[in-house]
């Protein structure tokens, strides 16, 4: 169903996915420390792997799903003479914000599977997972059906994955009201982030207090809100800089850092290099 307050049509048939396809990496390759406004999957299909998700270290091998939801830093390398072979995903998830997955469910689809497990999911994947990815990668790069066609086997997926996720965890563990306040202010910084963000403000639209919000967006998030705030605006920032030929103090006023030197300092931060290393370094993996 749509969300309540939403009177709109879904658009079905817009193209959700940003690239899909089979990669074969080896030989000491890596990708460094980066951001996207979009969801990620692999699925290893035979090798090894390494990836680095927001703290933590994940060591990925044959059969291994991992799904990096969006404003998540992570990285991706093999070790000394390792080859990984898997299937990877690229999906913007605006389409699947919309979805409420369950009659009593308070929050949407997107947001149900990030707080059911924060940053990334992590799993073996079953032949069900299997065979819908390969079909939403074989399908995509055919072209032998519509955006929604591809779109329905990608709902499909995440309702499963939502499953997945969701088993073994006892029913009714986390009041509903938790889970909307946290959803609320995940919404309010992607509406806000280009201007000056207080919790103070977000919790006042709420009605509680600014460190109860802080606890529970922490909580939730294994973030808290100040650096997920600042983690989007870097995201943003990413995006502007792969997207656009912005200079870098014309970004940093683009997402509410009047600074240019705070955002160099907080990208360095975050991302481990500085901005204009970072757009060599993408424009190099873009034509290399």
Known sequence: SLMKNDSTCMPFYTNSIAGAAIQHRSD????GKH??????????????CSMDIGS????????????????????FYLLENEQCSFYHIHFFTNL?????????????????L???????YRQTA??????????????????????????????????????CCREGVPAHTKPEYQEKYVSFALNY??????????LEDIARELHISSRYLGTLFTRYMNISPGNYINIYRINKAIELMENTPLTLTEISGRIGLK?????????????GMTPSNYRKMFLRHRHG
């Open 28 to 31: 000491n390759y890596a990708f």
């Open 114 to 120: 990030l707080f059911a497990s924060p940053s990334y």
């Open 96 to 112: 699947f914000a919309k979805i409420i997955p369950d009659e009593d469910a308070s929050v949407n689809l997107i947001h149900a």
């Open 259 to 271: 600074d240019s030197q705070h955002f160099s300092k907080l990208f360095v931060h975050i991302i």
């Open 56 to 75: 933590s270290s994940v060591r990925c091998h044959k059969g291994d799903i991992v799904m990096i939801f969006p404003n998540v830093v992570h990285s």
């Open 189 to 198: 910084i992607e509406n806000n982030y280009m201007k000056k963000i207080l």
């Open 35 to 48: 951001l996207h406004t979009s969801m990620e999957i692999y699925l290893i299909r035979s090798g090894s």
């Open 126 to 163: 079953d032949k069900e997972t299997e065979d819908i990815i390969a079909s939403i990668i074989r399908l995509y790069q055919s072209g032998e059906l519509s955006a929604s066609d591809i779109n329905a086997r990608l709902l499909f997926l995440l309702l499963h994955l939502l499953h």
